[in-house]
C-alpha cells in the first residue's frame, strides 16, 4: 500500500472517531470514495480498533452482521460483515444506557454464543463450530452509525466497525446437544408490548453459521476465533429505532431473556 492510501485510511479513522466523541456525524466514506473496496474498510476498521486499544480497550470478541435476509434486505446489501466486540461497550443484562449518547441507535435481538476452545481455519465445519461453543445467550445488540443517515453501503459499515455501539448480554447457558438453534423463536417487546418475532434460522439456515462463517473469514485476514471470546451472530430480525425511556426485552423458550433500559 503507498503512503497516501495509509493516510487516507488513518484520516478516515481519526473522522470516525471524532465523529463519535463529538456526536456530529461524518459523510459516508463511500460518497466521497465511491466503488471503496471491502478490503481498505476493514483497514479502517482496524485502525480504529487499534486506537481503542491503545485507549484501554480490550478485544473480547467479533459480530458477524447483516447475516439474515430481514437485515440484508434493509441494508441493501447482499452478503454479511463482522465487527470487533470491545469490552467498554458490553454489559449485562438489565443495563442502561443514555439515548443522549448514541447518534442514530437501533435495537437488534440475536443468538449469541460464548466459545470454549479455539475456532480458526478456511474451512470449519457447523460440527467443529458447534463443539467450540461452551454456552450460548440471548443478546440486543444496539446498532448506530457515525454517518449521516442508514443510507450507506456495507463498505460504509464495515468501516464503522460493522455499527456497532454496544451490545447487552443476556445470562448464559450450556450448548446441550439436543438444543435446536435454527428453531428457536425470539420475541423482541418494547415497554412489555411485543414489535418483532424471528427465528434462529433467519441467521443463515442456522445461528452455527455464522460462526463458520466468521471463522472463515478472520482466517482470511490470518486471525481466527479464540476460547472466551463472544460471538454475535446476527439479527433474526431487521432492526427497530432506540428510543429514549424505554426498555427493550428479547426472550425465547430455551435461554434466559436479555433487557436494555434507555434512558
Known amino acids: 500500500m503507498d503512503d497516501q492510501e495509509d493516510r487516507w485510511i488513518a484520516a478516515s ?42 485507549g484501554g480497550a480490550r ?10 435476509k430481514a437485515m440484508q434486505e434493509q441494508m441493501g446489501v447482499g452478503e454479511p ?21 448514541l447518534m442514530q441507535p437501533r435495537v437488534e435481538a440475536e443468538i449469541a454464543f460464548r466459545l470454549g476452545c479455539d475456532l480458526a481455519g478456511p474451512n470449519v465445519s457447523e460440527d467443529e463450530a458447534r463443539a467450540a461453543v461452551k454456552e450460548v445467550f440471548l443478546a440486543l445488540e444496539v446498532i448506530d452509525t457515525r454517518f449521516t443517515s442508514w443510507q450507506i453501503t456495507v ?24 438444543m435446536d438453534l435454527a428453531a428457536e423463536p425470539l420475541v423482541v417487546s418494547v415497554d412489555g408490548t411485543a414489535v418483532v418475532t424471528g427465528a434462529g434460522r433467519a441467521v443463515l439456515g442456522d445461528p452455527l453459521r455464522a460462526l463458520v462463517w466468521l471463522a472463515g473469514r ?14 454475535l451472530a446476527g439479527a433474526v430480525h431487521a432492526s427497530l429505532p432506540l428510543e429514549a425511556r424505554s426498555t ?6 430455551h435461554l434466559p431473556p436479555v433487557e436494555l433500559h434507555v434512558r
Open 155 to 178: 463498505a460504509d459499515s464495515i468501516a464503522d466497525n460493522a455499527s456497532c455501539a454496544r451490545v447487552v448480554t443476556g445470562s448464559m447457558v450450556p450448548l446441550s446437544a439436543e
Open 81 to 101: 460483515d463482522w465487527g470487533v466486540l470491545l469490552d467498554d461497550r458490553v454489559l449485562p443484562t438489565g443495563s442502561a444506557v443514555a439515548r443522549s449518547v
Open 13 to 54: 479513522a481519526s473522522a470516525l472517531l471524532a465523529a463519535e466523541y463529538e456526536q456530529v456525524p461524518i459523510e459516508a466514506l463511500t460518497a466521497r470514495r465511491p466503488g471503496l473496496p471491502l478490503a481498505t474498510a476493514y483497514r479502517v476498521q482496524k485502525a480504529t480498533v487499534a486506537r481503542r486499544i491503545a
Open 218 to 231: 478472520l482466517h482470511r485476514c490470518g486471525d481466527g476465533l479464540r476460547a472466551g471470546q463472544l460471538v
Open 248 to 253: 427493550v426485552r428479547a426472550r425465547s423458550p
Open 59 to 68: 478485544v473480547v470478541g467479533h459480530k458477524a452482521g447483516v447475516t439474515s
